[in-house]
Nanobody, 127 residues
């Protein structure tokens, strides 16, 4: 069993930056693909970006590409999401998740491919 705990959410102004962290604990295999999703009120949970078991494997949604960056610290079992140039439409609860298959050569973008989730952290971008 793996526990994922996100942190770093908060209130930020348009154009600002925020960094999220996701720490994994429990039975952990570092060779897992990880991803960030987000869910705004009244909307479905959507893919934000992911990182493979090898850091060069990364993928982002079109809406955040060029503004958000995912990285990971294997020694600390932590995945990061650096968010820059934030917009009001980035307002959502952000979740990290672990790929149900472990590692694969690409980043999966659908919620069904992830079976461990954190509790989420709220990000609010004010205009």
């Amino acid at each position: 069993q793996v526990q994922l705990v996100e942190s770093g959410g908060g209130l930020v102004q348009v154009g600002g930056s925020l960094g999220l962290s996701c720490v994994a604990s429990g039975t952990i295999d570092a060779q897992y693909n990880m991803a960030w999703f987000r869910q705004a009120p009244g909307k479905e949970r959507e893919f934000v970006g992911g990182i493979g078991w090898r850091e060069e494997i990364r993928g982002y949604s079109a809406s955040v590409k060029g503004r958000f960056t995912i990285s990971r610290d294997y020694a600390k079992n932590t995945v990061f999401l650096q968010m820059n140039s934030l917009k009001p439409e980035d307002t959502a609860i952000y979740y990290c998740a672990r790929d149900r298959l472990g590692f694969r050569p690409n980043v999966a973008e659908t919620t069904g491919e992830y079976d461990d989730w954190g509790q989420g952290t709220q990000v609010t971008v004010s205009s």
